[in-house]
């Protein structure tokens, strides 16, 4: 059964710092892997989605590498402004089988 | 805006009472899910319906009784709910079941009391 972990559970950093979230993943045979930015008491938005034939994905100040043979995902937020502050979330799909979700990590970019 | 809206945003409820949430759709899916999402859980997938039959059922207690009338609308009723029931309730919607980008209303926050 596939486990999605994400390192740190909250995070704090200063404006325009560069930073990076982790998510791991058990099973190596995914199909894609997402990471989405949820608001407090708002739904999900799907930020970055990364094919496993892919390595990477980037959308303006992000950047999301995928490593399959480690387990391994990354998003890579440059420059951090206090809009960013939110909770991060990072999914694996294995095909037809339903997205599994990390807990999130809660950013914080203190202005 | 994502194209999925959920009604209500927020429920208070008894543990008597039945009620409904709704999720609506237009930008021509063919799947649609409901999440559930307690504090300090992660997401936990509840239903999923592909052009309009359900596909998965997680082991949802009966008191969650989905329903998808056409593709664009699915309802989750609700009865003798219990306290720790209470969370937020997210609808989705992809193209196709599983391998797409899935887009998330913003949620149902249910409070039973």
């Known amino acids: 059964k596939q486990e999605v972990t994400q390192i740190p559970a909250a995070l704090s950093v200063p404006e325009g710092e560069n930073l990076v979230l982790n998510c791991s993943f058990t099973?190596?045979?995914?199909?894609?892997l997402q990471w989405f930015r949820q608001d407090p008491g708002k739904g999900l938005t799907s930020l970055l989605l990364i094919q496993s034939s892919q390595r990477e994905q980037t959308s303006g100040r992000l950047n999301a590498s995928l490593d399959k043979s480690s387990g391994r995902s990354t998003l890579y937020i440059a420059a951090s402004q206090p809009g960013d502050s939110a909770t991060y979330l990072c999914?694996?799909?294995?095909?037809?089988?339903?997205?599994?979700f990390g807990k999130g990590t809660r950013l914080s970019v203190i202005a | 805006e994502t194209g999925v809206t959920q009604t209500p945003r927020h429920l208070v409820m008894g543990m008597t009472n039945k009620k409904s949430l709704k999720c609506e759709q237009h930008l021509g899916h063919n799947a649609m899910y409901w999440y559930k999402q307690s504090a300090k859980k992660p997401l936990e997938l509840m239903f999923v319906y592909s052009l309009e039959e359900r596909v998965e059922n997680n082991s949802v207690p009966s008191r969650f009784s989905p329903e998808c009338p056409n593709s664009s609308h699915l309802f989750l009723h609700l009865h003798t709910l219990q306290p720790e029931d209470s969370a937020l309730y997210l609808c989705?919607?992809?193209?196709?079941?599983?391998?797409?980008?899935?887009?998330f209303g913003a949620g149902t926050r249910l409070s039973v009391l």
């Open positions: 989705a919607s992809s193209q196709d079941q599983g391998t797409n980008i899935q887009y």
């Open positions: 099973d190596s045979a995914i199909y894609n």
């Open positions: 999914a694996s799909s294995s095909g037809n089988t339903p997205l599994v």
